[in-house]
DNA sequence: ATAGTACTTCGAGTTAACTCTAAGTCAAGG
DNA sequence: CCTTGACTTAGAGTTAACTCGAAGTACTAT
């Protein structure tokens, strides 16, 4: 089973000319061309989008996207290199995932000031003090 | 006690040209000037400062950003505007962690293959099958 | 064979969010 | 008085990541 562009396109949620650009820049070296020169995905293509789609996803920028797929390509003596990266990847999904969980607890504030303004006094001495009051 | 520009910028790890953007964006509709026309933040501006970077930080725009500074300064007739748009956000926010905790499965899996290249084919049905073997 | 559809490349344009430069003002210290 | 340093504005430039348009090729159905 093989797939066109805008097939893996639909998949992933991304749009065929993303694709495009994406290959361009180098995030997908060994996509493979049917006869007339369209590109052709295969299900271990798949796989490979689903982890480029991770990495963007968790806020890796394409460069770094590129130097993992070069270090890919070039076998087994990047490994160590890309287990560094990934590692160090983890690391700032981890803290991505504490800051957003931190930043939730001051909207959920917020929010229960909006629905009983008493407590704004009580829990933090007044958050808008002056915007309110106008 | 009051803070200028620079000092805000070094408590949140801003720029001063960032400051100034955000308020030229109408993001700080509300902060005060000195006599020579400086800018001076108070306490409550901090507070304010503080709730614009969660909000930039969870991924509102900045245009969503000065829309609810506006609210704000309507004053409370824009109570409901803004719960809303708060409680809208905070879906969004619990989606970015739930989204993100998705994403750290599939870092941790490839992580684990690294470390032990057996699992590879047990668990997920050779990912970068073509790439390894070349 | 011809119309339609899906793909191709190349390169220009867009958007968001900064980021910086230039030119100028202001207050304090020597 | 003069320099230094922190601030001011307006506006231009940058960067990342798309996003689109034009022009062309190739298979598919009528």
Not at 14 to 21: D, I, N, P
Not at 40 to 68: H, P, R
Not at 76 to 99: F, G, N, P
Request: aromatic share 8%; glycine share 6%.
């Amino acid at each position: 089973m093989t797939y066109t562009i805008n097939e893996v396109a639909d998949k992933f949620g991304l749009s065929a000319h993303t694709l495009r650009f994406y290959d361009k820049e180098g995030l997908m070296p060994f996509i493979g061309r049917g006869k007339s020169g369209n590109r052709v995905f295969t299900e271990t293509d798949l796989n490979w989008v689903a982890m480029v789609c991770c990495l963007k996803d968790t806020g890796m920028s394409i460069k770094e996207i590129k130097q993992y797929a070069d270090w890919c390509m070039q076998g087994m003596q990047t490994i160590d290199e890309r287990k560094t990266m990934l590692a160090d990847h983890r690391k700032q999904v981890v803290k991505q995932i504490a800051d957003l969980k931190k930043h939730l607890n001051l909207i959920d504030w917020k929010i229960a000031v909006y629905d009983d303004p008493e407590k704004a006094e009580e829990m933090y001495g007044g958050l808008e003090k002056k915007t309110e009051s106008t």
